[in-house]
């Protein structure tokens, strides 16, 4: 239980540090092309950042996970 809510709480912090590099969309006008590219691009970037150090996260769980039941059937 400590191991999940110590890889949840990484997961929340790494993720306010990732929406500080994005680009910034302020000077432009709400709802023309640009804005809406600009929102579109940093939210897609964002988005497969996270969703690949998850997917990292898991498969490195998944493989301590196995080794673990291997060693407890032998």
């Given at each position: ?15 306010n540090?990732s929406f500080?590099?994005e ?10 092309k640009?804005?809406i590219?600009?929102k579109t691009?940093?939210f897609?970037?964002?988005a497969?950042k996270n969703?690949s ?11 301590k996970?196995?080794?673990?039941i ?5």
């Open positions: 239980m400590k191991k999940i809510f110590l890889i949840i709480s990484i997961y929340f912090v790494s993720l540090f500080s590099e680009i910034k969309c302020q000077n432009m006008k709400k709802l023309s640009e804005y590219n600009c691009k940093n897609n970037e964002s497969n969703a150090k998850v997917k990292n996260g898991i498969t490195n769980f998944g493989k996970l196995k080794k673990k291997k060693n407890f059937s032998n």
